[in-house]
T-cell receptor
Framework: DTAVSQTPKYLVTQMGNDKSIKCEQNLGHDTMYWYKQDSKKFLKIMFSYNNKELIINETVPNRFSPKSPDKAHLNLHINSLELGDSAVYFC????????????????FGPGTRLLVL | KNEVEQSPQNLTAQEGEFITINCSYSVGISALHWLQQHPGGGIVSLFMLSSGKKKHGRLIATINIQEKHSSLHITASHPRDSAVYICAVKPFGNEKLTFGTGTRLTIIP
C-alpha cells in the first residue's frame, strides 16, 4: 500500500492557468509538508500543516495556497501559473509532537513534475 | 552560504568500494536526516539521528554534534546505490528541514 500518494504525477500546463496537486497519506501522521525541488535538485520547504493547522509558511508567492481538509490530506493549489513554477513538488508526512519536540522520520510522496509552458 | 554543505558534490566509484559522503552544518540542530533520491525522482528517508551512529544493512550514518558534522557510509557499494544522497537538518526551535544540495553517487559495475 502506498504510504504517501500524490496526483497527478505529471502536469503540463500553460502560463496563467490554475492547477491543483493532491496529496494523501495513510500512515496516520498528523503533520504534512509541501516541498519544491528546483532544476538544480535543491529541496526547499513551502508549507507544513499539523492537524489541519498551518505551522510553516515559507516565503512563497500567495498564488500558492495549501488546503488541508483533514489530517490525511494536504492539497496545493496554484493560481496564475508562471514559468518559474516549473519544478518537482514533493509532499511528505511525519508524526511530530510539537510540545515535546519529538521529530519523526519524514515519508515522501513520489513527486509531481510540473511544467509550465 | 548554505546552512548545510555536502561533499563531494559528485562521486563515482567502482562496485565494492567503501563510500563516504560528508555533511557539515552551521547551526545548532535537534535532528539530522539522510535521504536518498533515486534516478526516477522518488525520495526515501534513510536515517534520522541526533547523536552517535545508526546502521541499516550496508549503510551507516554517524553524527558529531560538537563538530556539526555527519557522514554517511556505504560498505560494499553496488550499482543500485547510485542515487543522490541529501543531508537535511532541523535547527533548534524551527520545525522546518534545511537541505543540503545533495551528493550524486554513481557506482560503476
Amino acid at each position: 500500500d502506498t504510504a504517501v500518494s500524490q496526483t497527478p504525477k505529471y502536469l503540463v500546463t500553460q502560463m496563467g492557468n490554475d492547477k491543483s496537486i493532491k496529496c494523501e497519506q495513510n500512515l496516520g501522521h498528523d503533520t504534512m509538508y509541501w516541498y519544491k525541488q528546483d532544476s538544480k535538485k535543491f529541496l526547499k520547504i513551502m508549507f507544513s500543516y499539523n492537524n489541519k493547522e498551518l505551522i510553516i509558511n515559507e516565503t512563497v508567492p500567495n498564488r500558492f495556497s495549501p488546503k488541508s481538509p483533514d489530517k490525511a490530506h494536504l492539497n496545493l493549489h496554484i493560481n496564475s501559473l508562471e514559468l518559474g513554477d516549473s519544478a518537482v513538488y514533493f509532499c511528505a508526512s511525519s508524526q511530530v509532537n510539537l510540545a515535546g519536540g519529538f521529530q519523526e522520520t519524514q515519508y515522501f510522496g513520489p513527486g509531481t513534475r510540473l511544467l509550465v509552458l | 552560504k548554505n546552512e548545510v554543505e555536502q561533499s563531494p558534490q559528485n562521486l563515482t566509484a567502482q562496485e565494492g568500494e567503501f563510500i563516504t559522503i560528508n555533511c557539515s552544518y552551521s547551526v545548532g540542530i535537534s535532528a539530522l536526516h539522510w535521504l536518498q533520491q533515486h534516478p526516477g525522482g522518488g525520495i526515501v528517508s534513510l536515517f534520522m539521528l541526533s547523536s552517535g551512529k545508526k546502521k541499516h544493512g550496508r549503510l551507516i550514518a554517524t553524527i558529531n554534534i560538537q563538530e556539526k558534522h555527519s557522514s554517511l557510509h556505504i560498505t560494499a557499494s553496488h550499482p543500485r546505490d547510485s542515487a543522490v544522497y541529501i543531508c537535511a537538518v532541523k535547527p533548534f526551535g524551527n520545525e522546518k528541514l534545511t537541505f543540503g544540495t545533495g551528493t550524486r553517487l554513481t557506482i560503476i559495475p
